[in-house]
């Protein structure tokens, strides 16, 4: 298991939320190499799963150590396909849930002790509209990297690239793409 900056952990390393084959489908006269469009999507990937609190996608096998609080567990996702296990201090519980994250036990509370819960799930959605916001903000960026785009000497002027009002270069998350991403944050603070 690989621990995630999310508070869960998942099987493996959490991969880019787009491939660079994908992207290139998406962009097919993009000119920039392999490495830089994946460097731009790693990133791209990395900003909106810190924005929106979870990895998003794809659907991966997750582990949650945490605790509940009366009869309720909220886990850090949403879009859960399967709960595999609920367990209380190493014990199996009956338990019930929901796609949005949310479990339920059967009977009973969870007791007022911190990690003593112990639950493993499958989560993340197949989106095309996220993947599409992905390649088209990795595609910002890599078009307007950091620097200047025109000079002159006379009068002195100098413009910088950027990808957004105020922005020059890089990754940012404009308020479309907030916008278009919105469905997917976690409402919900840890």
């Known amino acids: 298991m690989s621990r995630t900056p999310w ?6 390393e959490v991969p880019a939320m787009v491939t660079v084959e994908e992207f290139r489908e998406m962009f097919p006269n993009m000119s920039s190499s392999d490495e830089q469009i994946e460097d731009a999507l790693d990133s791209v990937s990395a900003a909106i799963r810190d924005y929106c609190g979870w990895h998003v996608t794809p659907n991966l096998a997750c582990k949650f150590v945490g605790d509940g609080e009366g009869r309720i567990l909220i886990l850090p996702a949403m879009g859960v396909s399967s709960v595999e296990s609920l367990s209380i201090d190493g014990a199996d519980v009956p338990f019930q849930w929901r796609d ?15 990690r003593s819960v112990e639950c493993h799930y499958h989560a993340g959605f197949c989106s095309s509209a996220v993947s599409q916001a992905v390649a088209q ?26 990808t957004g009002d ?6 940012s998350l404009l308020a479309r793409d907030r916008q278009i991403l919105a469905p997917y944050k976690l409402a919900r603070a840890w």
């Not at 105020?166 to 990754?171: L, P, S």
């Open 100 to 114: 949005s994250g949310i479990v339920r036990l059967e009977s009973g509370v969870f007791p007022d002790k911190w």
């Open 7 to 12: 508070g869960y952990e998942t099987e493996g």
């Open 166 to 171: 105020g922005i020059t270069g890089g990754v």
């Open 137 to 162: 903000i990795a595609a910002n960026s890599i078009v307007a990297s950091p620097g200047v785009s025109d000079e002159r000497a006379g009068n002195v002027q100098i413009t910088y690239n950027r």
